[in-house]
């Protein structure tokens, strides 16, 4: 089959790979959607420990089953799918709690974790083997196009269940990259009364037709202290002190940037904290499900994935489309690769 390839750090090509077989527990997809985000420049500069090359990315994609391990028998052949990247060993103390983003038993396969597309292959390929628990049969009126948002639809939604959003609340949400926006729709959809994106640039432009305002980073002391939730999805140093002291007093502040090492907060008066009695909570991933939940509200129409995938290409023509993503050209927000 055809594949993007990581052949070590900091190189990549399209060639040909075996198709895997699915192990037992596992579903073989054939792969009609993949896309392209920024945490793939952290793979592709070897920054997961956990990443063993030779390695085929791809961490956000659907497609339809055509192949099932032994003892798989929930899922018929032909089913449509979207994936969620996580699976926990199901067995670990955080696991057993539903949080299987932050299984105790991350990067080993053999004890049955998997982070797809970063510690065992992905989806950017003709094929891709996957464990059922990754699986989420999509809704009738859900395309792979969009389903192959499944996995950053349950990102979004779990930074605001973290935030415990209320409806009526005022919501700011800092960066207008593909995460936040999903932020920002699900927000609205979950009854918010404003909702406010913060970003530059095209890009941020393109936010404002999933937010009752958008505000350019510049000029973001303006909503100081106004915000009951403020979600951080724009993963700089800078937004996540700038989240903080957007939010009010006694609001919530969620920071879901940084998931790389490297970032370090500095410049934040504590007093702000302390005295704004701010709840400020970290956020990765999307545990307990809850993909299969936002796939639920993609399905009534309430959030659209199609106005952010901006781009489109054949698989063959990766090296145009990484361009195209990392240049960010045309206010690319999430480009896509058709295998
Ligand atoms: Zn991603
Ligand atoms: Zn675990």
Known sequence: MRAVLFPKPNEFEVTDVDVPRPPRGHVLIRVQASMICATDAKVLAGKFAGTKFPHVPGHEFAGHVVGLGEGVTSLPLGAHVGIEVHVGCGSCDRCREGLYNLCLNYGHPERGHAHIGFTVPGGLAEYASVPLAAVHPLPANVNTREGAWTDNLGVSLWALERGRLKAGERVVVFGSGAIGLCTAQLARALGAACVTVVGRGARLERAKPFADAIADEKDVSTLAGTAD????????????????????????VVLGGSTGTGVELSGVDLSTIVRGHLDVLGSVANPMGVSGRALALL??????????TTHHFALERFAEAWQTFRERREGAIRVMLEP
């Open 299 to 308: 399905a009534r129409g309430l959030v659209d994935v199609r106005a952010l």
């Open 229 to 252: 939730l403020v979600v951080e999805f724009a993963g700089t140093a800078e937004a996540a002190r700038e989240a903080i002291a957007t939010a009010r007093r006694g609001g919530r």
